[in-house]
Each structure stands twice: as structure tokens, then as C-alpha cells.
């Protein structure tokens, strides 16, 4: 499976962005998807996921209310909506396939090369 990864940009506190993922290769239906972000000197940390289905979905706690993921199988992409931005949110974004139900990068077999997303106070 290959990932690509789009949609970061500048914004400001309290903006939106919709970052997402377009995959090719591999049934891309068959995979949970998941969203990582990694901000300069820190690991890269767990965002949300969603199951092949669409019908599950996990967050972060600090994501939750804020961000929404979604999943449209019949265009192989993933998104991520993410709403009431804060300069904490900096970071790059990956997306990430896998066929396990976790939140470590270690569950995740395939990886995008990542996108930045900056937000501005």
C-alpha cells in the first residue's frame, strides 16, 4: 500500500484543515487507517484511527470533539477533520495503514510521507 498524504498548510488558532490520504495498491478497504503527528523534538504520538468499515473510530483524548476522521473506501482515502486548532497541534501528520487495532506506530505496516500542519497564535 502506498500512502500520500496532503492538506497541511498554515492556519490560525482556532481554524480548520482537512488533511487527506489517497492510497493505492494493496485493497485499500481491508486496512484500519490511522493518523500520527510528530512535532519537532517529540515521538511521534497517535491521533485517531478508524476501522476498514468506516463503522469504528478511536481518538486521542486531547483530539477528541475537535477532530474527525472519515474514511471513503469506493476513492481509497482517509481524512482527517480537524477543527479549533491550537499552536499545540503543530506538528507533521502521517497517515498510516494496518491490520491491527492499535494505537502504537509499531501496529502500522505502511506509512505517508507525512504533511506540516502550523498553526499560528
Known amino acids: 500500500v502506498q500512502l500520500q498524504a496532503s492538506g497541511g498548510g498554515l492556519v490560525q488558532a482556532g481554524g480548520s484543515l482537512r488533511l487527506s490520504c489517497a492510497a493505492s495498491g494493496r485493497a485499500f478497504s481491508g486496512y484500519t487507517m490511522g493518523w500520527f503527528r510528530q512535532a519537532p523534538g517529540k515521538e511521534r504520538e497517535f491521533v485517531a484511527r478508524?476501522?476498514?468499515?468506516?463503522?469504528?473510530?478511536y481518538y486521542a483524548d486531547s483530539e477528541k470533539g475537535r477532530f474527525t476522521i472519515s474514511r471513503d473506501n469506493s476513492k481509497n482515502t482517509v481524512y482527517l477533520q480537524m477543527n479549533s486548532l491550537k499552536p499545540e497541534d503543530t506538528a507533521v501528520y502521517y497517515c498510516a495503514a494496518g491490520q491491527r487495532w492499535g494505537t502504537s506506530p509499531s501496529s502500522y505496516d505502511y506509512w505517508g510521507q507525512g504533511t506540516l500542519v502550523t498553526v499560528s497564535s
Open positions: 478508524i476501522s476498514w468499515s468506516g463503522g469504528s473510530t
